[in-house]
């Protein structure tokens, strides 16, 4: 986020071409694939997850250069508890120090950052270093990048449907009030609109309860390739692939194409 740009002149023109056609405004992803990929090379899982936030890192980058306005990456999720205590252990301090330690490289880069999930967890301290650093990072224009950590959409949702609950008690809303975009605003991703593009890594061919409610109509590109593995060929394939598509909203080709 940083440094320069790690790649050369002629992928800078493969970008430029990608993204003189309609660029995502917003890019969820699943980044799977760490363990395998240390596994893989005989090594612990966690230095997978350390590989992983390299690729991350990297990732936010070429989403930046690309003009892409809001990156949201599946970090932790709330299943993720249920792995061993020992890689639940490192996996959540990496995500933790690694979060702490982007924060004046994301800012002096003029990131906004955010985080959505239950922070509780992770204790007092976490939870205030990261109200610090929305803070801090509030008014930045580049980008917004959305960390989700101990995340899962079946939490977001029932959290939603508590707040409407309340405020339909308190009397502050009636409870034909509740329409999509009361719901939609009750949810963590309230800042966010919804994605345009969701990548997953990894191989597999499931959303593992990441944003249910937010992923209802987004284009979605799925890759074998290993989190630590995804590069800027594989970032430019899956924007190519958005490219292509045609998106109607319940709507036939012809209307989509008279509108445009
Ligand atoms: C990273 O990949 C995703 C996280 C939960 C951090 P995994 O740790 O799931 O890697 P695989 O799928 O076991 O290879
Ligand atoms: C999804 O990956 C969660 C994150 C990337 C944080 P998992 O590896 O936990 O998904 P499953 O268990 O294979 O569905
Ligand atoms: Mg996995």
């Known amino acids: 986020m940083g440094e320069p740009a790690p790649h050369g002149a002629a992928f800078n023109e493969s970008l430029t071409n990608?993204?003189?056609?309609?660029?995502?405004?917003?890019?969820?992803?699943?980044?799977?694939?760490?363990?395998?990929?240390?596994?893989?090379?005989?090594?612990?899982?966690?230095?997978?997850?350390?590989?992983?936030?390299?690729?991350a890192r990297q990732v936010?980058?070429?989403?930046?250069?690309?003009?892409?306005?809001?990156?949201?990456?599946?970090?932790?999720?709330?299943?993720?508890?249920?792995?061993?205590?020992?890689?639940?252990?490192?996996?959540?301090?990496?995500?933790?120090?690694?979060?702490?330690?982007?924060?004046?490289?994301?800012?002096a880069n003029q990131i906004r950052l955010n985080v959505i999930g239950d922070l509780k967890p992770f204790g007092i301290k976490v939870e205030r270093m990261v109200a610090t650093a929305r803070e801090k990072t509030a008014d930045n224009t580049a980008m917004t990048l959305t960390i989700a950590l101990n995340y899962g959409g079946r939490w977001d949702l029932i959290t939603a449907a508590r707040t409407l609950a309340r405020a339909c008690e308190e009397k502050q809303i009636a409870w034909q009030d509740i329409d999509e975009s009361a719901l939609t605003a009750a949810l963590s991703t309230i800042?966010?609109?919804?994605?345009?593009?969701?990548?997953?890594?990894?191989?597999?061919?499931?959303?593992?309860?990441?944003?249910?409610?937010?992923?209802?109509?987004?284009?979605?590109?799925?890759?074998?390739a290993l989190w630590p593995d995804f590069d800027q060929a594989l970032f430019l394939r899956a924007l190519e692939f958005y490219q292509t598509r045609q998106r109607r909203f319940g709507r036939i080709g012809e209307q989509v194409r008279g509108s445009s």
């Open 18 to 55: 990608t993204t003189d056609r309609e660029v995502p405004r917003h890019v969820a992803v699943v980044m799977d694939g760490n363990g395998r990929w240390a596994q893989a090379r005989g090594r612990p899982r966690i230095q997978g997850h350390r590989r992983g936030v390299e690729t």
């Open 60 to 107: 936010t980058s070429l989403c930046g250069e690309a003009g892409v306005e809001y990156l949201t990456l599946f970090a932790f999720s709330s299943e993720n508890w249920k792995r061993p205590r020992e890689e639940v252990g490192l996996l959540t301090q990496l995500l933790v120090s690694s979060l702490e330690n982007e924060i004046s490289r994301l800012h």
């Open 191 to 224: 800042e966010l609109p919804d994605p345009d593009l969701f990548i997953r890594t990894g191989g597999e061919i499931r959303l593992s309860n990441f944003l249910l409610w937010q992923l209802a109509y987004t284009e979605l590109f799925f890759t074998d």
